[in-house]
């Protein structure tokens, strides 16, 4: 948060920053800042870069695919889901593969398979491990009842991600964390949930981007995931106004993002104007 007119840390040790995507670089795939701009002066500025968002519903190769349509070319360590991180989980807990039930979309299902796991009800044989559930667009009574029949039975529930909404043109839309809470209503169950603010995301891009927590900015628009799981890893926050969070409730979270902006493109200014 600015003090005055400083920041409270030194802006010359960050060597990196972890975007969120929805509500930071687009909203429903709209750009809200001039992508290929931003991201000219994160390299120019000599920043390495990683996409993490807990949106599911895409493989990481589909989002690199969009920025290339709006003129931002990554390379494919640049980018990471929620998808991939409950595939390693899952990965971790049955490290032979197996039988899941997956309420998602294609890249949750794709994460899954890559993973060693098949989709499936355990109708044909085998035993279901777990019912793994993210964001679903055409989800229905009939799959929330098969899902939560399944996690009555004894299969594990794993999530995703908890955000129960996410920034559109329009207003907030229900998200993952919706059907979360519908699933764990229907069953009595509650889900382990992956994603943040979870560490396990910001884990990998650390690893992947070579840098410390004291080096690395999170810039996000949630509070409760982005900022939160900057603050567990002991990240620096950057909180923008672009998405789903207030300025009255950005002030009131304790403790405070290190920085408040309107957009990314201003986190870069207040960057510039520190150095």
């Not at 599911?56 to 991180?85: C, D, H, M």
Request: glycine fraction near 10%; aromatic fraction near 6%; hydrophobic fraction near 40%.
């Amino acid at each position: 948060m600015r003090t005055k007119d400083r920041l409270l840390f030194d802006v010359s040790q960050i060597r990196a920053l972890i975007l969120d995507m929805d509500g930071v670089v687009w909203k429903m795939y709209q750009p809200l800042v001039d992508l290929p701009v931003v991201f000219t002066r994160i390299r120019e500025s000599g920043y390495k870069v990683i996409l993490a968002t807990n949106n599911s519903t895409k493989t990481p190769a589909r989002y690199l695919e969009l920025l290339e349509e709006f003129g931002v070319k990554l390379a494919p360590w640049q980018v990471i889901n929620s998808s991939e991180a409950t595939a390693s989980y899952l990965r971790q807990q049955h490290p032979k593969g197996g039988l899941v039930h997956v309420v998602g979309e294609e890249g949750l299902h794709r994460a899954l398979e890559v993973a060693g796991f098949r989709h499936g009800d355990g109708e044909s044989g085998g035993e279901v491990l777990a019912v793994v559930a993210g964001m679903e667009r055409n989800i229905d009574y009939d799959k929330i009842a098969s899902a939560s029949l399944l996690i009555r039975a004894g299969a594990s529930f794993v999530g995703t991600n908890p955000d129960k909404t996410f920034p559109s043109p329009y207003g907030q839309l229900p998200g993952a964390g919706t059907i979360l809470a519908a699933l764990e209503a229907a069953s009595g169950v509650a889900p382990v949930v992956i994603g943040k603010p979870r560490s396990g995301m910001y884990e990998v891009a650390l690893e992947r981007l070579g840098t410390s927590p004291q080096e690395t900015l999170v810039v996000g628009d949630r509070l409760e995931t982005d900022i939160a799981g900057a603050q567990n890893m002991d990240c620096y926050s950057a909180l923008v106004l672009s998405g789903v969070t207030s300025l009255a409730a950005a002030q009131d979270w304790s403790p405070k993002p290190d920085i408040i902006a309107e957009d990314l493109n201003t986190v870069l200014d207040i960057l510039a104007s520190e150095t």
